[in-house]
């Protein structure tokens, strides 16, 4: 059974950073295709990629968060960490991992497994 | 544009048949796929590779594709499918996109 959950705090306040964790297990990382992304969902507002990476230590940012957002794996703790400092009250949301399956030679890239999320507020 | 726009709601009776689009110039070159969120929970992946259901998904819902969009249907709709929908791509480059999201009301 696959399962996804995301960790971490669920108060920050602005400029501090944020780290947030994702514990992954049962997933069967077939190969080097299969990944972990971070994505999140503002209240009321549609999703929004923010990073992956992948087994080779690939990884991918959103552009316009590239300045301020890391993404690493503890590969012996099964756990993907975001990091994203000089947070915002625009950075609340519910933040969400998820399996994530890309082939780019294949133009194919999406989200098979995902976690339950963590809402994160960002206040003083 | 990398963006993907999608009708913000569509309601529509139990029983008939729902048509939700996603139009995005990415979508000419790379496959779409679709999530269904009800409130309060995460994300379920509906359909990918643009016509592909994963596994436990009922075969009421199927995918289509031609040009820059990509269409979710929902056959025999029922009251349970009530939820918003998101379609997504990814492009060759690595960066990933979510469309606006339909809110579907049966």
């Known amino acids: 059974q696959v399962t996804l959950k995301e960790s971490g705090p669920v108060l920050v306040k602005p400029t501090e950073t944020l780290t947030l964790t994702c514990s992954v297990s049962?997933?069967?990382?077939?190969?080097?295709?299969?990944?972990v992304s971070w994505i999140r969902q503002a209240p009321g507002k549609a999703l929004e990629w923010l990073a992956n990476?992948?087994?080779?230590?690939?990884?991918y940012y959103r552009e316009s968060l590239k300045s301020r957002v890391a993404i690493s794996r503890d590969t012996s703790r099964s756990q993907v960490v975001l990091t994203m400092t000089t947070v915002d009250p625009a950075d609340t949301a519910t933040y969400y991992c998820?399996?994530?399956?890309?082939?780019?030679?294949?133009?194919?890239?999406?989200?098979?497994?995902w976690g339950q999320g963590i809402l994160v507020i960002v206040s003083s | 544009s990398s963006g993907l726009t999608q009708p913000s709601s569509l309601s529509v009776s139990p029983g008939r048949t729902a048509s939700i689009t996603c139009s995005g110039d990415?979508?000419?070159?790379?496959?779409g796929s679709w999530y269904q969120q009800k409130p309060g929970q995460a994300p379920v992946l509906v359909m990918y590779?643009?016509?592909e259901r994963p596994s436990g998904i009922p075969d009421r819902f199927s995918g289509s594709s031609s040009g820059t969009t990509v269409t979710l249907i929902i056959r025999d709709v029922q009251a349970e499918d009530e939820a918003d929908y998101y379609c997504?791509?990814?492009?060759?480059?690595?960066?990933?996109?979510f469309g606006t999201g339909t809110r579907v009301t049966v």
């Open positions: 998820a399996v994530d399956y890309f082939d780019p030679s294949g133009a194919v890239g999406y989200f098979e497994y």
């Open positions: 049962g997933v069967p990382f077939r190969n080097a295709r299969m990944g």
């Open positions: 990476i992948f087994p080779d230590d690939t990884k």
């Open positions: 990415v979508l000419a070159r790379q496959y």
């Open positions: 590779k643009d016509i």
């Open positions: 997504q791509s990814a492009d060759i480059t690595g960066d990933y996109f």
